[in-house]
C-alpha cells in the first residue's frame, strides 16, 4: 500500500519558520512532480510549490520569496521550507505525487501561524 508521510507541521509565530516533509513508499509506477497544495478553512485547496524530477520548480504568488521546494530524488522525499510565515499561510498542507500512473496525495499537516 502507498504511502505519503508528511510531517513538519505545527504552530508558529508570524515571522517564523517551518520545513515540512513527505516521504513517498512503496509507489510502483515512476514519481514525476512532487508539489505541495494547501487548503484553508472554507476555501479551496490551492497549489503553493511543485518541483519536477529535474529540479525545476513553480511557485503560487503569494509565496515566492518565502518558500523553497526541493526533493531528494533517491529517497523519494519532497521538502517545503517556510520561512517569513503570515497568518494567512494558515491551512493544512497536503503532498502531492504524480507518476506515471496514478495521483498520491497526503493525508495534509496543519500549519497554524498565529501569535
Known amino acids: 500500500q502507498v504511502q505519503l508521510v508528511e510531517s513538519g507541521g505545527g504552530l508558529v509565530q508570524p515571522g517564523g519558520s517551518l520545513r515540512l516533509s513527505c516521504a513517498a513508499s512503496r509507489i510502483s509506477w515512476g514519481i514525476s512532480t512532487m508539489g505541495w497544495y494547501r487548503q484553508a478553512l472554507g476555501k479551496q485547496r490551492e497549489l503553493v510549490a511543485r518541483?519536477?524530477?529535474?529540479?525545476?520548480?513553480s511557485y503560487a504568488d503569494s509565496v515566492k520569496g518565502r518558500f523553497t521546494i526541493s526533493r531528494d530524488n533517491a529517497k523519494n522525499t519532497v521538502y517545503l521550507q517556510m520561512n517569513s510565515l503570515k497568518p494567512e499561510d494558515t491551512a493544512v498542507y497536503h503532498c502531492?505525487?504524480?507518476?506515471?500512473?496514478?495521483?498520491?496525495w497526503g493525508q495534509g499537516t496543519q500549519v497554524t501561524v498565529s501569535s
Open positions: 518541483i519536477t524530477t529535474g529540479g525545476s520548480t
Open positions: 502531492n505525487v504524480i507518476t506515471s500512473g496514478p495521483v498520491y
